[in-house]
């Protein structure tokens, strides 16, 4: 069946950038999505890719597509204390959300 | 803000009880998704709703679990005779479409003792 898959951690240094890599099985989806999630709370919607797109930039979220390999990655520009959280990557999949289980980002000073 | 909005942010319970959630969608939007989320997972679909037809259950959904839409506007979400594998967070989305973004709330979570 359809299948997202994650790295579980990633730390880096506040200030420097942070790339989270994200493989997906359904080559059928038209939209990918990047949601973020603090502790105790729903999920927040980052940002989305429509499956003809290669690149998109929002403010500090660059988000890439290759979809020959079904590969989605997540850049966060000049990562911030307040950026630590757990980001989920999500394939449409017949009007459902397939999530992946999630990579926790921690930002150190 | 009208965001979506779901009640109550957290249950606890013991087992064999029945609980129900309450979740209310951005106002113009005609599909309502519920997932389930468990500890250290992504969250799990597990039914849908285009205005008040229930177009989809998943096999996660026992005969345990109702979800209803009455009027296509808030939905309700009943588990009877809770189990302790029932504890998880219970999250409602909703879209204006299929294929447009879905809005979460920020979940019910469910503790059974």
């Known amino acids: 069946g359809e299948d997202v898959e994650q790295s579980l951690f990633l730390s880096v240094r506040e200030g420097d950038s942070s790339v989270i890599n994200c493989t997906y099985t359904?080559?059928?989806?038209?939209?990918l999505y990047w949601y973020k999630q603090e502790p105790g709370a729903g999920l927040q919607l980052l940002t989305y890719?429509?499956?003809?797109?290669d690149m998109k930039q929002d403010q500090r979220l660059t988000v890439l597509l290759n979809k020959k390999d079904k590969h989605l990655s997540l850049r966060i520009a000049d990562t911030q204390t307040g950026d630590s959280a757990i980001y989920f990557c999500?394939?449409?999949?017949?009007?459902?959300?397939?999530f992946g289980t999630g990579t926790r980002l921690q930002v150190f000073p | 803000d009208t965001g979506v909005s779901q009640n109550p942010r957290h249950k606890i319970t013991k087992r064999g009880q029945n609980v129900t959630f309450r979740c209310d969608p951005i106002s113009e939007h005609n599909r309502l998704y519920w997932y389930r989320q468990t500890l250290g997972q992504g969250p799990e679909f597990l039914t849908y709703f285009q205005n008040e037809a229930q177009l989809e259950k998943s096999r996660l959904l026992s005969d345990r679990f109702s979800a209803e839409r009455p009027k296509g506007s808030f939905s309700t979400l009943e588990i009877q005779r809770t189990e302790q594998g029932d504890s998880a967070m219970y999250l409602c989305?909703?879209?204006?479409?299929?294929?447009?973004?879905?809005?979460f709330g920020d979940g019910t979570r469910l503790s059974i003792l």
């Open positions: 890719i429509f499956s003809n797109m």
């Open positions: 359904d080559s059928s989806s038209t939209y």
């Open positions: 989305a909703s879209s204006s479409q299929g294929d447009q973004p879905q809005h």
């Open positions: 999500a394939e449409i999949y017949t009007d459902k959300l397939i």
